[in-house]
């Protein structure tokens, strides 16, 4: 279609080298030619980077690029900055990409001309893809609402794509938020431009060396401090 909105993909790595080819391959068979997958690596010590360097060789969409400050936050960050297309898909290293999700969310995207960011629903699996919970939106409560978000966070980065023109002056995204979605996810709804899909378009795999989880595990101290940073950003920025 000649309309179609081009597409970045902003990746963060970090040891990623068991699964990473997969994900790679499920995100690169639905770009367009005019399309780019950014890929922040924060410094592996594993085989990551020959791989990247390979795929790297073999397809010109893929921009490889290093990130010295530490966590996720920033990695994410990096690729961000790096991103210069219409819409930004946010991509976790080990996951699998449903075929008909960039399809999916584009078509969202374009029927719906004043929602900044859209989050579909994923299905939880295991190392070897075995379902573990069929719906995040049903395991988590996921609602839209800025209330009910900075009580109990239902946003997930690997399920959310955003225009360019939301999140370009966002950046960077503040280093005492608790994670990049929720602060993302919860400033769209904020301006009701953010939009839930009941579409499950990632298989998001669950192992021991996953750096972001469906559980929040984190103290009560913890949480308290997090919430009181996320009504600051929000609300004082």
Known sequence: MNDRPSISVAMATYNGEKYIRQQIES????????????????????????????????????RLIHCAKPGVIANFNNALAHCNNDIIFLSDQDDI??????????????THPNIDLIMSDIT????????????????????LGVVKNIIKN????????????FVRPLLPIPDNVPM?????????????????????????????????????????????KWRFDIIRTVFFR
């Open 154 to 165: 239902t946003y997930i980065g690997c399920a959310m794509a955003f225009r360019k023109s």
């Open 180 to 224: 990049h979605d929720m602060w993302l996810g919860i400033l769209a709804n904020k301006h009701h431009a953010a939009m839930l899909i009941p579409d499950k378009l990632v298989l998001y795999r669950r192992h021991n060396n996953t750096v972001t989880t469906v559980e929040n595990h984190s103290s009560f101290g913890e949480k308290i």
């Open 124 to 143: 939880v699996v295991d190392d070897h893809l075995n379902p573990v919970i069929p719906s995040f939106f049903a395991y988590r409560g996921t609602k």
């Open 97 to 110: 990409w449903q075929s008909n999700k960039v399809a999916v969310m584009l078509n969202n995207f374009m």
């Open 27 to 62: 995100i690169l068979t639905q770009l367009a030619a005019t399309d780019e997958l950014i890929i922040s690596d924060n410094g592996s010590k594993d085989q990551t980077l020959e791989i990247l360097q390979d795929a790297l060789d073999q397809d010109p969409r893929i």
